[in-house]
């Protein structure tokens, strides 16, 4: 047995805590407070949430340490200066690329950073796009970090070792021309199902796999900034701890240094305030980021809120300019169990917002447009609240819940029975919207002008605009095409 096993060292008295009576130990941070300097952080949150977008975003903050420095990221001090290695197999180089510069003209636009500014911030972030490179760049059959040796254990890839002697090969080169700002100081990995190299439900691989990563990231001082992601029920989990959220095995919430949660705004959130403020965001586009679980000394537990910047692909921070946004918000219980939800009482009416919503997101409806369940949920949650005739209609938009009158999924399963819709890989596809507007025209003059005028706002800031009765004239359908509304 070697002298320096721990066993040995261990005997020796190596491991007593004695210093810590006379030594501060003080915590080491990339980010004050939200991501340490060294070791696994996990981001997770539904699909489409921005948590690649997020990242690169920090990412850049840290990139332009040194060059072009930023304050900060979401008010919190950025200490780590250096190079940003993004790894993924799901994005392209060119899709990544264009992101990342999207960011990084923002924050000159923010910070008046020159062009050559700009051009080497972005210069310090690295990309390793595993689908755009040719076989003769990588020839693995895929980019998984851990696989089962032959004797059974989980261990590195000869991927995960390449990059391994990469981040070692690329900091030495830095030390040796004493140039400590070229350092590489974060890792992205985007994401975990798509390179882990195993389920997520599989403990024994994620607590080898973290563990191996939280080792090596303290030898090389660096992070590693994970992507992970919520299973499909999540939703419905939103007001149970953020780590219930968490797809896979326990260890994914515990071993990381820190796990962070980034989630779209619902119906429940106090996020009204918001969209009068800024009219041309839909209601994903406000975002919340929390931290799940934080196990270093001075971690920094406030949530922030954060609306997405469309045209670059940046974020900006709101948690101060609206300070009542973390207020849930209590709904009847009508609104929430759908046992108890009262039928329109307007069923035409009630039939047409639902028909505008889908004409909405299909481009007024011209056939052959395609959208999904979540297209329709985003317009509902947007428009719900400037239309009373949506006002006994469930948000639900799965498919199980088609059985439930006047929920979004019933809708469109009753739409699509009368030939409204059909269906498509995946979501609907419109074949004549004329039919269900028809079906439902004889609703009052007065009430389609008073949504119209409700919404102008929202469609003169969203681009989006709508003219009632502009997919045809009224046709009488045969009855047995019909569908009655419960």
Not at 291 to 299: D, E, F, L, M, Y
Request: aromatic content about 8%; hydrophobic content about 40%; overall charge negative.
């Amino acid at each position: 047995m070697s002298d320096e096993n721990w066993t040995v060292l261990a005997r020796r008295g190596e491991y007593s805590a004695r210093d810590a009576a006379r030594n501060p130990f003080a915590m080491d941070w990339a980010v004050e407070g939200l991501l340490p300097a060294t070791g696994a952080t996990v981001l997770f949150g539904t699909g489409s949430t921005g948590k690649t977008q997020l990242l690169l975003w920090l990412g850049a903050h840290i990139a332009a340490q040194g060059i072009a420095e930023t304050k900060d990221w979401l008010g919190a001090e950025v200490r780590a200066t250096g190079k940003i290695l993004v790894l993924s197999a799901e994005d392209l180089r060119e899709h990544l690329f264009k992101r990342i510069g999207g960011i990084a003209w923002q924050m000159g636009e923010e910070n008046g950073w020159s062009g050559e500014q700009v051009e080497e911030v972005c210069a310090r972030i690295h990309v390793m796009p595993f689908l755009s490179m040719s076989r003769s760049e990588f020839s693995e059959l895929n980019p998984s970090m851990f696989e089962r040796g032959a004797d059974g254990d989980w261990q590195p890839t000869s991927s995960l070792v390449h990059i391994e002697k990469f981040l070692d090969d690329a900091n030495a080169e830095a030390d040796a021309a004493s140039r400590p700002q070229d350092r590489f100081v974060g890792v992205i990995l985007d994401s975990a199902v798509s390179m882990a190299g195993f389920e997520m439900s599989q403990s024994e691989a994620t607590t080898n796999f973290l563990f191996h990563l939280n080792r090596m990231s303290r030898r090389q001082e660096m992070f590693w900034a994970i992507i992970g992601h919520t299973p499909k029920d999540a939703g419905k989990k939103v007001d149970e701890p953020a780590v219930e959220r968490l797809r896979g095995s326990a260890m994914w919430s515990t071993t990381p240094r820190t796990v962070i949660e980034l989630r779209c705004a619902t119906s429940n959130d106090n996020v009204e305030q918001v969209l009068v403020r800024y009219p041309h965001l839909e209601m994903r586009d406000v975002l919340f980021l929390s931290t799940a679980k934080a196990n270093s000394v001075g971690a920094d537990l406030r949530p922030r809120a954060l609306i997405r910047l469309k045209d670059n692909g940046a974020f900006k921070d709101v948690t101060d300019q609206f300070p009542s946004i973390f207020e849930r918000i209590v709904k009847p219980k009508s609104e929430n169990d759908r046992s108890e939800r009262l039928p329109p009482t307007d069923v035409n009416q009630t039939w047409l917002a639902v028909i505008d919503l889908v004409a909405r997101v299909t481009n007024n409806g011209i056939p052959g447009s395609k959208f999904t369940r979540q297209n329709l949920r985003d317009q509902f949650d947007h428009h719900r609240n400037l239309n009373d005739a949506l006002e006994h209609v469930s948000p639900e938009h799965e498919g199980k819940y088609s059985a439930s009158d006047f929920s979004l999924a019933w809708c469109l399963s009753q739409l699509c029975a009368f030939g409204a819709l059909g269906t498509s890989k995946q979501g609907f596809v419109v074949i004549d919207l004329q039919i269900a507007r028809s079906r439902f025209s004889k609703v009052s003059t007065l009430a389609t002008s008073e949504f119209e005028s409700r919404s102008a706002a929202v469609d003169k800031q969203d681009g989006s605009s709508l003219e009632h009765g502009s997919l045809g004239d009224k046709v009488e359908l045969p009855k047995q095409h019909l569908v009655q509304p419960s």
